[in-house]
C-alpha cells in the first residue's frame, strides 16, 4: 500500500514551429517549452484491489481509461510487468482544459513519476521516456518540466538555460479547436512567419526577457479559422496594451499568455476583466 500526492504543472509554448508532416501521420516541431507555476495535484493511490481508477474534480472530463492519466497508468504497470497492482488516482483540476497547456499530459506524467516512486521501480530517464511517448506527445515534457527545446514529436528533448523570472498572465478564451483538425488546417496553408527559434534560444541563453518576448510565435495562430483567430489576436492586443512585453497562443490554444517584467494590482485588476485569466510565473 502506499499514497504519493505529485504536481502536474501546466506548460507554455514560447515558440512553436512544426517543420512537417512525417510518413507516420505525426508533424515533427521545433518548439521552446516552459512549464509554469499553475498546477493539478494528482493524488496517486496503490489500492488492495485490482484494476486502475482515476477519478477528477470536474464532471465534464473524462474519467478511467478514458482519462490520459488513466492510460499512463495502465502503460506503466504493463512496462513493469506488474498488471496484479491496483491504481487510485484522484486528480484536483486547475489548469484550464482544451487550452494547449498540456493539462492532460501533465496529470499523466505525474501518474507515470508518481508509480516510479511509490512501486520503486527506479526506470531510468530513457525507460520513463519511453512510456511517456506511449501516453501522447506532450507527456515526455511534462515528466521533467523546466525550460526545454521539443523536436520530433515532441519527445526529444533540450534542456535549457531557465526562463528569466517574469510574471506571466494567461488569458483562456471560450472556443477550442481540436488538435487534428488544427494540425490538418496547418497542411493546407502556406505559412507565412515563422519562428526563429535559433534567435530565441541565443536570447534565452543572454537571459535577454525583452528580446525574447519579442520573438514568441506560434504558427498555429496562422491556422485558426477566421472568427477564433481574431479573439486570439484581441487578447493579444489588450495583453500589450496593459504592459506585456510579449504574447503569443500556446499549443492548439485556446489559451494565450503574456509576459511582463512586473505586474502590479491595477494591471492584474484591468487583465482580469479580459474573461478566465491566470496569473503565474515560469518553474
Ligand atoms: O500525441 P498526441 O496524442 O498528444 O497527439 C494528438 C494528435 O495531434 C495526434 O493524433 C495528431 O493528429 C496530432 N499531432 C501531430 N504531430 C505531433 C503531435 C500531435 O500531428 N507532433
Redesign the pocket.
Known amino acids: 500500500m502506499g499514497h504519493i500526492r505529485e504536481r502536474a504543472c501546466a506548460k507554455l509554448n514560447l515558440t512553436l514551429n512544426v517543420l512537417g508532416?512525417r510518413p507516420d501521420?505525426?508533424?515533427?516541431?521545433e518548439t521552446v517549452m516552459q512549464s509554469v507555476g499553475l498546477y493539478d495535484e494528482v493524488d496517486i493511490t496503490i489500492s488492495d484491489g485490482l484494476g486502475i481508477e482515476v477519478d477528477i474534480s470536474r464532471e465534464d472530463l473524462p474519467k478511467g481509461l478514458h482519462n490520459l492519466a488513466g492510460k499512463a497508468a495502465k502503460e506503466f504497470l504493463d512496462y513493469v510487468n506488474r498488471p496484479e497492482i491496483g491504481v487510485k488516482v484522484y486528480i484536483t483540476k486547475h489548469i484550464p482544459d482544451k487550452a494547449g497547456m498540456a493539462g492532460g499530459?501533465s496529470d499523466a506524467a505525474a501518474v507515470i513519476r508518481g508509480l516510479d516512486r511509490l512501486l520503486e521501480t527506479k526506470l531510468s530517464g530513457e525507460e520513463l521516456l519511453q512510456i511517456c511517448a506511449k501516453v501522447?506527445?506532450?507527456v515526455a515534457f511534462c515528466l521533467y518540466g523546466g525550460t526545454c527545446l521539443a523536436r520530433?514529436?515532441?519527445e526529444r528533448l533540450l534542456e535549457l538555460t531557465p526562463m528569466p523570472e517574469c510574471d506571466i498572465a494567461i488569458v483562456k478564451p471560450d472556443f477550442s479547436v481540436s488538435?487534428?483538425e488544427l494540425?490538418a488546417a496547418l497542411d493546407a496553408i502556406n505559412l507565412g512567419k515563422r519562428p526563429d527559434t535559433a534567435g530565441f534560444l541565443r536570447a534565452l541563453e543572454a537571459g535577454e526577457l525583452l528580446k525574447m518576448a519579442s520573438m514568441f510565435a506560434n504558427v498555429f495562430e496562422q491556422a485558426l479559422p477566421d472568427r477564433e483567430r481574431r479573439v486570439v489576436e484581441d487578447v493579444k492586443r489588450a495583453l500589450i496594451d496593459s504592459g506585456a512585453l510579449g504574447t503569443a497562443m500556446t499549443g492548439t490554444g485556446s489559451a494565450v499568455f503574456g509576459v511582463f517584467d512586473k505586474l502590479d494590482d491595477a494591471a492584474k485588476a484591468r487583465i482580469s476583466s479580459l474573461g478566465t485569466v491566470f496569473f503565474t510565473k515560469p518553474v
Not at 501521420?25 to 516541431?29: I, T
Open positions: 508532416k501521420g505525426y508533424h515533427e516541431m499530459s501522447g506527445s506532450d520530433g514529436r515532441g488538435t487534428p494540425f
